[in-house]
C-alpha cells in the first residue's frame, strides 16, 4: 500500500509525524509526504522543518491519504491545488483520513457531507457548518472515512486504521515497540476534564483561537 501523508506550512508537526511513525510500521507498505511542492515546509511554530518527498501530480493514487491540521488549513480551506488533489485521489483511496483540524479540509472539499467526523474541540462548530455530522469522540469512522481529534488522537486513529488493515497483532506490535501508554501527569487533556480557567485561557488566547475559513 501507499500512504500519503499531506503536508503543507504552518502545520500541526504531530498531526503529521504520530501517524506517520505508527503507519511507517506496517510491513511492505510505502509512506510518502506529498505537498503543492517538493522541499522543506516550517511547521506551525516554525521553527521545525519537515520535507515534501513528492508533489501532489506524482501521487495520483495512494491507498491512504492523511491529512493533518494547525493553523496552515486555514489556506485550504477553498477551491484549489489540494481541493483537486483530494477529489481526484479519493476516487482509488481505500482509506481516506485527517488528524485534528485536518477534518476542515476534507469537509470542504465535500468529502465529508453527511458523514460523522470528528476534529479539534474547538473546530467542532466549523465542521457541523461544513455539513459533517460532528462526533465529540476521539477517533470516528465512517465507512472509509477515519477522522481523529486534537493532535495526538492521530495516534489513535492511525493504530486502529494498522488493526483494520494488518489485523489486531500487527497494531499492537507496532504499539508496543513505540511504548504508546499514555500516563499523563494531569487530566487536562479534554475541555470536559480541565480546568475551567485553563479552557478559558486556551480559548481566549491569540495562538489557539478556532480555525476559520479563509
Known amino acids: 500500500m501507499q500512504i500519503a501523508i499531506l503536508l503543507f506550512e504552518r502545520v500541526t508537526a504531530l498531526d503529521a509525524i504520530g501517524p506517520y511513525q505508527v503507519l511507517s510500521g506496517m510491513p511492505g507498505d510505502e509512506v510518502v509526504f ?31 491519504v492523511v491529512v493533518p491540521g494547525g493553523p496552515g488549513q486555514a489556506d485550504h480551506m477553498t477551491d484549489g491545488p489540494v481541493h483537486e488533489w483530494l477529489h481526484e485521489v479519493d476516487k482509488h483511496t481505500t482509506w481516506t ?19 460523522r467526523a470528528t476534529s479539534h474541540w474547538c473546530a467542532m462548530d466549523e465542521l457541523a457548518a461544513l455539513g459533517a455530522i460532528p462526533v465529540r469522540e476521539r477517533t470516528v469512522f465512517d465507512g472509509k472515512y477515519a477522522t481523529a481529534a486534537g493532535v495526538s488522537a492521530g495516534i489513535d486513529m492511525a493504530l486502529t486504521l494498522v488493526g483494520r488493515i494488518h489485523g489486531d497483532e500487527t497494531a499492537q506490535r507496532i504499539q508496543l515497540g513505540i511504548e504508546y501508554d ?3 501527569p494531569y487530566q487536562a487533556g479534554s475541555p470536559d476534564t480541565a480546568p475551567d480557567e485553563v479552557v478559558a485561557a486556551y480559548t481566549n488566547s491569540s495562538r489557539f483561537r478556532a480555525p476559520t475559513r479563509s
Do not use: K, N
Not at 97 to 115: D, E, N, P, Y
Open 34 to 64: 506529498v505537498g503543492e511542492r517538493v522541499g522543506p515546509i516550517r511547521s506551525h511554530t516554525g521553527r521545525l522543518g519537515l520535507l515534501v518527498d513528492a508533489s501532489l501530480d506524482e501521487v495520483s493514487t495512494p491507498d491512504v
Open 97 to 115: 483520513t485527517s488528524v485534528c483540524t485536518g477534518s476542515l479540509i476534507l469537509a470542504a472539499a465535500g468529502l465529508l457531507t453527511g458523514r
Open 182 to 184: 499514555p500516563q499523563p
